[in-house]
């Protein structure tokens, strides 16, 4: 994931979510972090997972809940 953030603070929460999307699709990350040899289609789906989940987030809390 990028590095330029609005709030810093939130990379670890943001890559423990990336690491969480990718095994529910089970699609290994590799262990040093460089995804360069990761296809487009996993990293897009990963992508895709993580986008859904930060819109349920969203949602819950407009929500009140």
């Known amino acids: 994931m990028a590095s330029s953030k609005l709030v810093p603070q939130a990379q670890n929460a ?3 979510l990336k690491y ?3 095994q529910e699709l089970g699609i290994a ?3 040093d972090g460089y995804q360069g040899n990761m296809t487009t289609k996993d990293n897009g789906s990963i992508g895709g997972s993580i986008t859904r989940h930060l819109v349920q987030i969203a949602e819950q809390q407009l929500a009140g809940k």
């Open 14 to 16: 943001l890559n423990q």
């Open 20 to 22: 969480e999307a990718a």
């Open 29 to 31: 990350i590799p262990q």
